[in-house]
């Protein structure tokens, strides 16, 4: 396996706590790739970077970021050097963080009008694993709801490749998505509703987008594990063994498409644009913290927001909780429906995973086991 000569290269026996220059490696050699991909970014703007996204960012502060975190790169790959016997992880981050710097760096020029047409959404990629990265690792570090868990447990670079399954083909399923919700709102919308609900106050609007959001997306998740053949392609995501933000990722490309799609298209109705673009950075930050394996809790919260626990409930593999808990932001939902599930006593799931079924493994067998299940069967 893949992961077990990566960690044959880059892992030792020695302690991994703070202190002895192991987590400075790893964020070295994290930060070097991410400097790399992001300087070669620069050089081919127009295939990397997704014409959708680059009026969301300056790219002055792309520069500063890229610029810090080659030092970065540089700067713990020194200090994990000086503490670690193995300098494997410390040298690979120099390395790629020096590459970078030769290739350019921040400084890189770009010379063309960028426009419109085919590309690879790289930028995406980068901007998205950064920010999540600092967002939900260290909390999953501090504060475990499992501490016995690895940061690079078992399948976490498939949980990679998944998650650059949703990010490098933006256009493609942009175009999946987008095409049909534009086409059925164009000729079936009607400009009063999104008048009138423009005319709300601005977190008014916010709060009914993520509640009709919350009731599309409850209805498609319990069809994802009612409906046979849906359930196929949504059991990927329920294979993860053990949760983390990066496990959140794992979901068929079909599945994606559809989930966003049967969201979107009603949201289009009648949301205006910037209260949709509003949402979708909420429920990019809310789903991933929900898959976290983050152990506290703000009590008097739970019953009207969904958190960690509760989620981690729904993808457990034991009897009692097997296709509960489907909403996606608000449990009280769930109540309503009569799917909710949520031990008093504070515990946690004892196991994850399907129940009574087995997934392939490798990401190209769970890409084709929803068409193949019935002749394995």
């Known amino acids: 396996m893949l992961e077990q000569k990566i960690s044959e290269m880059f892992g030792d026996e020695d302690p991994t706590g703070f202190g002895t220059g192991w987590w400075s490696g790893v964020l070295s050699a994290y930060f070097g790739v991410l400097a790399f991909g992001a300087v070669v970014c620069l050089h081919f703007p127009q295939l990397l970077t997704s014409p959708e996204l680059r009026p969301y960012y300056s790219i002055d502060i792309i520069r500063l970021l890229i610029q810090a975190v080659i ?123 999104q008048d009138a609900m423009g005319s709300l106050p601005w977190l008014l609007q916010f709060f009914l987008a993520v509640l009709v959001a919350d009731l599309c997306e409850y209805f498609i998740h319990r069809k994802f594990h009612t409906v046979p053949f849906l359930w196929g392609f949504h059991s990927i995501h329920h294979s ?85 808990n489907f909403a996606i932001h608000f449990p009280w939902i769930d109540r309503i429906f009569g799917t909710y599930y949520f031990p008093k006593d504070g515990s946690w799931p004892e196991t994850y995973g399907l129940h009574q079924e087995k997934m392939p493994s490798g990401f190209w067998r769970q890409f084709f086991y929803p068409f193949t299940r019935k002749k394995a069967a």
């Open 71 to 193: 030092v970065a790169a540089m700067v713990l790959g020194v200090v994990s050097a000086m503490l670690r016997r193995k300098k494997v992880l410390a040298f690979t981050g120099m390395l790629a963080a020096l590459t970078a710097t030769l290739l350019g760096g921040a400084s890189v020029q770009i010379n063309e009008p960028l426009g419109e047409g085919p590309a690879i959404g790289l930028d995406w990629f980068l901007l998205d694993m950064l920010l999540m990265t600092l967002i939900f690792s260290p909390i999953e570090v501090l504060w475990p709801a499992y501490p016995e868990q690895k940061v690079f447990r078992k399948e976490w670079l498939l949980d990679i490749g998944y998650f650059l399954s949703t990010h490098l083909p933006i256009q493609i399923t942009s175009f999946l998505i987008l095409l049909p919700a534009t086409q059925l709102t164009t000729y079936l919308g009607i400009s009063a509703v």
């Open 240 to 324: 993860s063994k053990a949760l983390d933000w990066i496990a959140g990722s794992r979901a068929h490309l079909v599945e994606d498409v559809l989930v966003r799609g049967g969201m979107l298209i009603p949201m289009m109705f009648i949301f205006p644009h910037d209260i949709i673009v509003a949402y979708l950075l909420w429920v990019t930050i809310h789903a991933t913290w929900a898959h976290c394996n983050f152990g506290p809790t703000i009590k008097w919260l739970e019953p009207f927001l969904i958190q960690p626990r509760f989620h981690h409930w729904h993808h457990t593999a034991q009897q009692e909780s097997i296709d509960k």
